[in-house]
Protein backbone atom coordinates (compact mmCIF):
# COMPACT_ATOMS: atom_id res chain seq x y z
CA UNK A 1 0.00 0.00 0.00
CA UNK A 2 1.12 3.52 -0.99
CA UNK A 3 1.45 6.00 2.01
CA UNK A 4 1.26 9.78 1.29
CA UNK A 5 3.24 11.94 3.89
CA UNK A 6 2.68 15.83 4.04
CA UNK A 7 4.52 18.41 5.80
CA UNK A 8 4.21 20.22 7.79
CA UNK A 9 0.74 19.66 9.54
CA UNK A 10 0.15 23.01 9.79
CA UNK A 11 1.88 26.01 8.11
CA UNK A 12 1.54 29.85 9.50
CA UNK A 13 1.79 32.15 6.81
CA UNK A 14 0.65 36.25 6.24
CA UNK A 15 -1.36 36.87 3.66
CA UNK A 16 0.32 38.17 0.30
CA UNK A 17 3.28 35.85 0.79
CA UNK A 18 4.07 32.10 -0.61
CA UNK A 19 3.24 29.35 1.04
CA UNK A 20 4.88 26.23 0.15
CA UNK A 21 3.34 22.66 1.19
CA UNK A 22 5.16 19.36 0.47
CA UNK A 23 4.16 15.69 -0.07
CA UNK A 24 6.05 12.71 -0.09
CA UNK A 25 5.22 8.90 -1.52
CA UNK A 26 6.44 5.65 -0.30
CA UNK A 27 7.04 4.34 -3.57
CA UNK A 28 6.84 6.25 -6.88
CA UNK A 29 3.47 7.33 -8.06
CA UNK A 30 4.75 8.88 -10.96
CA UNK A 31 2.73 12.16 -11.82
CA UNK A 32 -0.39 10.34 -10.51
CA UNK A 33 -0.95 13.25 -8.06
CA UNK A 34 -3.81 15.48 -7.38
CA UNK A 35 -3.92 18.15 -4.94
CA UNK A 36 -7.03 19.09 -2.97
CA UNK A 37 -8.39 22.29 -1.14
CA UNK A 38 -10.64 21.72 1.94
CA UNK A 39 -12.51 24.69 3.85
CA UNK A 40 -14.85 23.58 6.99
CA UNK A 41 -18.44 22.75 6.32
CA UNK A 42 -17.66 21.47 2.26
CA UNK A 43 -16.41 19.10 0.25
CA UNK A 44 -13.02 19.15 -1.04
CA UNK A 45 -12.12 21.07 -4.35
CA UNK A 46 -9.74 19.56 -7.15
CA UNK A 47 -6.74 22.11 -7.54
CA UNK A 48 -4.10 20.53 -9.26
CA UNK A 49 -3.62 16.97 -11.01
CA UNK A 50 -0.96 15.12 -12.92
CA UNK A 51 1.02 16.80 -10.03
CA UNK A 52 0.84 20.04 -12.07
CA UNK A 53 -1.97 20.59 -14.33
CA UNK A 54 -4.75 23.36 -12.84
CA UNK A 55 -8.18 21.95 -12.25
CA UNK A 56 -10.70 24.01 -14.38
CA UNK A 57 -10.97 27.41 -12.78
CA UNK A 58 -8.10 27.60 -10.36
CA UNK A 59 -6.04 30.61 -10.04
CA UNK A 60 -2.86 30.44 -11.46
CA UNK A 61 -1.18 31.55 -8.07
CA UNK A 62 -1.86 27.89 -7.32
CA UNK A 63 0.87 25.55 -9.06
CA UNK A 64 2.17 22.23 -8.46
CA UNK A 65 5.24 20.18 -9.46
CA UNK A 66 7.08 17.23 -8.90
CA UNK A 67 7.20 13.55 -9.76
CA UNK A 68 8.05 10.33 -8.57
CA UNK A 69 7.94 10.40 -5.09
CA UNK A 70 8.69 13.89 -4.19
CA UNK A 71 6.01 17.03 -4.81
CA UNK A 72 5.30 20.42 -4.07
CA UNK A 73 2.19 22.79 -4.24
CA UNK A 74 3.26 26.39 -4.07
CA UNK A 75 0.37 29.32 -3.46
CA UNK A 76 2.34 31.93 -4.66
CA UNK A 77 0.48 35.29 -3.16
CA UNK A 78 -1.72 33.90 -0.21
CA UNK A 79 -5.46 35.39 -0.57
CA UNK A 80 -7.84 35.73 2.60
CA UNK A 81 -9.53 32.52 0.93
CA UNK A 82 -6.60 30.42 0.45
CA UNK A 83 -6.53 29.68 3.91
CA UNK A 84 -7.75 25.99 4.60
CA UNK A 85 -6.71 22.67 4.87
CA UNK A 86 -4.53 20.85 1.98
CA UNK A 87 -4.26 17.26 0.88
CA UNK A 88 -2.24 15.17 -1.54
CA UNK A 89 -4.09 12.08 -3.22
CA UNK A 90 -2.18 9.48 -5.04
CA UNK A 91 -3.77 8.16 -7.61
CA UNK A 92 -1.99 4.72 -8.67
CA UNK A 93 -2.89 3.35 -12.17
CA UNK A 94 -2.32 -0.25 -11.33
CA UNK A 95 -3.96 -1.83 -9.24
CA UNK A 96 -6.38 1.04 -8.47
CA UNK A 97 -5.65 2.67 -5.35
CA UNK A 98 -6.78 6.68 -4.13
CA UNK A 99 -4.61 7.29 -1.18
CA UNK A 100 -4.71 10.50 0.93
CA UNK A 101 -2.21 12.61 2.40
CA UNK A 102 -3.02 13.15 6.27
CA UNK A 103 -3.22 17.36 5.47
CA UNK A 104 -2.15 20.58 5.95
CA UNK A 105 -3.62 23.39 7.49
CA UNK A 106 -2.61 26.22 5.85
CA UNK A 107 -3.47 29.04 8.47
CA UNK A 108 -3.00 32.99 8.56
CA UNK A 109 0.18 34.36 10.25
CA UNK B 1 -22.17 20.13 -15.42
CA UNK B 2 -22.26 16.81 -13.95
CA UNK B 3 -23.42 16.95 -9.65
CA UNK B 4 -23.82 14.00 -7.11
CA UNK B 5 -25.65 13.60 -4.53
CA UNK B 6 -25.13 11.28 -1.74
CA UNK B 7 -27.98 9.84 0.30
CA UNK B 8 -28.82 7.02 3.05
CA UNK B 9 -29.19 6.63 6.65
CA UNK B 10 -27.75 9.28 9.40
CA UNK B 11 -27.42 6.84 11.86
CA UNK B 12 -27.02 3.06 12.12
CA UNK B 13 -26.39 0.48 14.83
CA UNK B 14 -23.11 -1.00 15.59
CA UNK B 15 -22.54 -4.49 13.61
CA UNK B 16 -25.24 -3.36 11.24
CA UNK B 17 -24.35 -2.54 7.61
CA UNK B 18 -24.26 1.21 6.63
CA UNK B 19 -25.77 1.69 3.14
CA UNK B 20 -25.45 4.80 1.17
CA UNK B 21 -26.55 5.77 -2.12
CA UNK B 22 -25.09 8.37 -5.12
CA UNK B 23 -26.87 9.99 -7.62
CA UNK B 24 -25.59 10.74 -10.40
CA UNK B 25 -27.00 13.61 -12.50
CA UNK B 26 -25.98 15.92 -15.98
CA UNK B 27 -23.99 12.77 -17.38
CA UNK B 28 -24.10 9.49 -17.38
CA UNK B 29 -22.72 6.79 -14.79
CA UNK B 30 -21.59 4.51 -18.03
CA UNK B 31 -19.19 6.97 -19.41
CA UNK B 32 -16.12 4.91 -20.36
CA UNK B 33 -14.40 7.78 -18.57
CA UNK B 34 -14.46 7.35 -15.30
CA UNK B 35 -13.86 6.00 -11.98
CA UNK B 36 -16.84 6.53 -9.14
CA UNK B 37 -15.28 6.22 -5.81
CA UNK B 38 -16.06 6.73 -1.80
CA UNK B 39 -14.70 8.55 0.50
CA UNK B 40 -14.91 9.42 4.37
CA UNK B 41 -14.04 11.60 6.86
CA UNK B 42 -14.42 11.23 10.57
CA UNK B 43 -15.21 14.16 12.23
CA UNK B 44 -11.99 16.88 12.86
CA UNK B 45 -10.24 14.16 10.38
CA UNK B 46 -8.02 13.52 7.36
CA UNK B 47 -9.55 11.65 4.04
CA UNK B 48 -9.93 8.16 3.71
CA UNK B 49 -10.70 6.02 0.02
CA UNK B 50 -12.88 3.65 0.90
CA UNK B 51 -12.97 2.26 -2.94
CA UNK B 52 -14.18 3.02 -6.28
CA UNK B 53 -15.70 1.44 -9.26
CA UNK B 54 -14.81 1.71 -12.70
CA UNK B 55 -18.01 2.01 -15.38
CA UNK B 56 -17.27 -2.00 -16.54
CA UNK B 57 -17.61 -2.88 -13.15
CA UNK B 58 -14.95 -3.31 -11.77
CA UNK B 59 -14.27 -2.32 -7.88
CA UNK B 60 -10.65 -1.63 -6.34
CA UNK B 61 -10.84 -1.31 -2.22
CA UNK B 62 -9.03 0.02 0.51
CA UNK B 63 -7.14 -2.84 1.58
CA UNK B 64 -8.24 -1.89 5.16
CA UNK B 65 -11.46 -1.80 4.47
CA UNK B 66 -12.02 -4.35 1.56
CA UNK B 67 -13.16 -7.09 3.96
CA UNK B 68 -16.38 -4.80 4.19
CA UNK B 69 -17.21 -2.71 1.37
CA UNK B 70 -19.42 -3.65 -1.63
CA UNK B 71 -20.04 -1.05 -4.14
CA UNK B 72 -22.16 -1.42 -7.24
CA UNK B 73 -23.45 0.38 -9.95
CA UNK B 74 -26.98 0.76 -10.96
CA UNK B 75 -26.83 1.86 -14.71
CA UNK B 76 -30.78 2.32 -14.70
CA UNK B 77 -30.70 4.60 -12.24
CA UNK B 78 -27.26 6.33 -12.81
CA UNK B 79 -26.86 5.61 -9.39
CA UNK B 80 -23.84 3.55 -7.26
CA UNK B 81 -23.77 2.57 -4.13
CA UNK B 82 -22.14 1.83 -1.28
CA UNK B 83 -22.81 -0.82 1.76
CA UNK B 84 -20.44 -1.44 4.73
CA UNK B 85 -20.92 -4.08 7.53
CA UNK B 86 -20.20 -4.99 10.54
CA UNK B 87 -20.02 -1.46 11.61
CA UNK B 88 -18.56 0.62 14.75
CA UNK B 89 -18.06 4.15 16.23
CA UNK B 90 -14.72 3.93 14.07
CA UNK B 91 -17.05 4.10 11.24
CA UNK B 92 -19.04 7.43 12.18
CA UNK B 93 -17.45 9.86 9.56
CA UNK B 94 -19.24 12.18 6.53
CA UNK B 95 -19.41 10.17 3.49
CA UNK B 96 -18.38 11.38 0.59
CA UNK B 97 -19.18 9.98 -3.48
CA UNK B 98 -17.04 11.57 -6.38
CA UNK B 99 -16.07 10.89 -9.56
CA UNK B 100 -12.42 10.10 -11.21
CA UNK B 101 -8.93 9.27 -10.81
CA UNK B 102 -8.44 12.62 -9.40
CA UNK B 103 -11.63 13.34 -8.06
CA UNK B 104 -13.02 16.13 -9.90
CA UNK B 105 -16.58 16.00 -8.75
CA UNK B 106 -17.63 15.43 -5.31
CA UNK B 107 -21.35 15.55 -3.67
CA UNK B 108 -22.12 17.50 -0.53
CA UNK B 109 -21.29 14.72 1.63
CA UNK B 110 -23.58 12.84 4.07
CA UNK B 111 -22.81 12.57 7.83
CA UNK B 112 -23.28 9.25 9.12
CA UNK B 113 -23.13 8.26 13.02
CA UNK B 114 -22.44 4.51 14.06
CA UNK B 115 -24.31 4.13 17.60
CA UNK B 116 -27.16 2.08 19.58
Known amino acids: EIVMTQSPATLSVSPGERATLSCRASQSVSSNLAWYQQKPGQAPRLLIYGASTRATGIPARFSGSGSGTEFTLTISSLQSEDFAVYYC???????????FGQGTKLEIK | QLQLQESGPGLVKPSETLSLTCTVSGGSISSSSYYWGWIRQPPGKGLEWIGS???????YYNPSLKSRVTISVDTSKNQFSLKLSSVTAADTAVYYC????????WGQGTLVTVSS
Open chain 2, 98 to 105: ANGTAMVT
Open chain 1, 89 to 99: QQYNNWPPSHT
Open chain 2, 53 to 59: IYYSGST
